[in-house]
C-alpha cells in the first residue's frame, strides 16, 4: 500500500514589532472593547475601524480584512503568514484584489487585533487600506522581469507606498486617493485611471525619471489622467508626489 508523502513547510519567520505598531493596534483592541461595552457608537467606530483597513459586512459581527501590498509584492514566509491567517481566522480564502491587496472575509472582530499582530510580525499592515486615505500604491505586475520595461519601478513604489503611510498627509482626505506605477509603454498598471501614475521614462540624455499623469479615475465619472509632468527627476518623485495630494487635499 502506498502512501502519500508528507510535505513539510518551512516555520514561519517573524520580527519584533515596533512599539508604535504594537501601540496603534493596542488602539485599535481599545477601541473595539469600548464599543462592545457600549461606551463608543457604531457610527463612531466606523471610520476609525476603516482608517485602520477594516471593513463591517452585512452579516453581523464578522469583519472583512484588507491587507495593503505595495506593488503586491510578497515574499514567501509572508504569503505563508497570510494562508496561516486566513486559515485560523477566515475562511481558507484570501481575495486577491485589482490593487494588489488580499482580502479575508467572516473574521470575528475579536480576533482582528490579533491578525493585525501576526501581520506586523511579517512586516505587513491593514493600515489606510481603506477610507479616505491613500490606498494601496500598485504597479504592473511584470514589473523587474518585464524585458521591455525602461527599468524596475517596484523600488519607486515601495518608496513612495512607505513614505505616505501613517503620514499626516494622508490621514483625512476629502476622498481616496490612488497612485499607481508602470515601467514600459505598455503600462500595464493602468496610470491614466489614477489619481497620480507615474510611467517611468528617460529623458533626452539618458536620465531615468517619470511621466506624471495627474486626475484619472473611474466612479461615476471616469476620466483619463492629464500629463503634468513629461519627467520627474528620481529627486523629485516624493515632493512631487506629495503636492498633488496636498492640491487634492484643498
Known sequence: MSTSPVTSHPPIHTVPIPQEILEEIETFEDEVNRLQSGDTPSDVFK???????????????????????????????????????????????GHVTTRQDIQLHFVPLRHVGT??????????????????????VTA???????????????????????????????????????????????????????????????NPEGVP???MVVGGGLGSTPRLAKVLHEFVPMEELIPATEAMLKVFDN
Open 47 to 93: 471610520p476609525f475601524r476603516l482608517q485602520y483597513g477594516i471593513y463591517g459586512q452585512r452579516q453581523p459581527d464578522v469583519q472583512m480584512i484588507r491587507i495593503k501590498i505595495p506593488f503586491g509584492g510578497l515574499n514567501a514566509n509572508q504569503l505563508r503568514q497570510v494562508a496561516d491567517i486566513a486559515d485560523t481566522f477566515a475562511t481558507g480564502v
Open 140 to 202: 504592473c505586475a511584470l514589473a523587474g522581469v518585464c524585458p521591455g520595461e525602461v527599468f524596475d519601478v517596484t523600488p519607486y513604489a515601495k518608496t513612495v507606498a512607505y513614505h505616505l503611510l501613517r503620514n499626516p498627509l494622508n490621514q483625512s482626505l476629502p476622498r481616496k486617493f490612488k497612485i499607481a506605477f508602470s515601467g514600459c509603454k505598455h503600462d500595464c498598471a493602468l496610470t491614466p485611471i489614477h489619481d497620480v501614475g507615474l510611467l517611468a521614462v528617460r
Open 115 to 136: 491578525i493585525m499582530r501576526k501581520l506586523a510580525e511579517v512586516e505587513l499592515t491593514t493600515r489606510e487600506a481603506c477610507a479616505n486615505t491613500v490606498r494601496n
Open 209 to 211: 525619471g517619470f511621466k
